[in-house]
């Protein structure tokens, strides 16, 4: 194993423990990650888009349709 080419200094360790005290916050502290409406409307948008970059028409309503299982017609 090879020794990196730089060395931790006490103020690294501090900004990296600040850093991380922060993150924790935002995921336990709030809903940040626990929104899962958010997610998946934004993974339906980003299905819509893509779909639509490469030329088909369904509408995000028939993509959602399509995402929870439902038979749809195309356009």
């Not at 995921?27 to 993974?43: A, M, V």
Request: hydrophobic share 35%; proline share 3%.
């Amino acid at each position: 194993m090879s020794k990196p080419p730089y060395t931790i200094t006490e103020k690294a360790a501090d900004y990296l423990a600040k850093i991380t005290e922060a993150v924790t916050r935002l995921e336990f502290g709030t809903d940040f990650k626990r929104d899962i409406r958010l997610h998946r409307e934004n993974r339906i948008r980003s299905i819509y888009a893509s779909l639509a970059i490469e030329g088909n028409s369904l509408s995000v309503d028939q993509v959602t349709g399509v995402i929870d299982g439902q038979l749809v017609a195309g356009g």
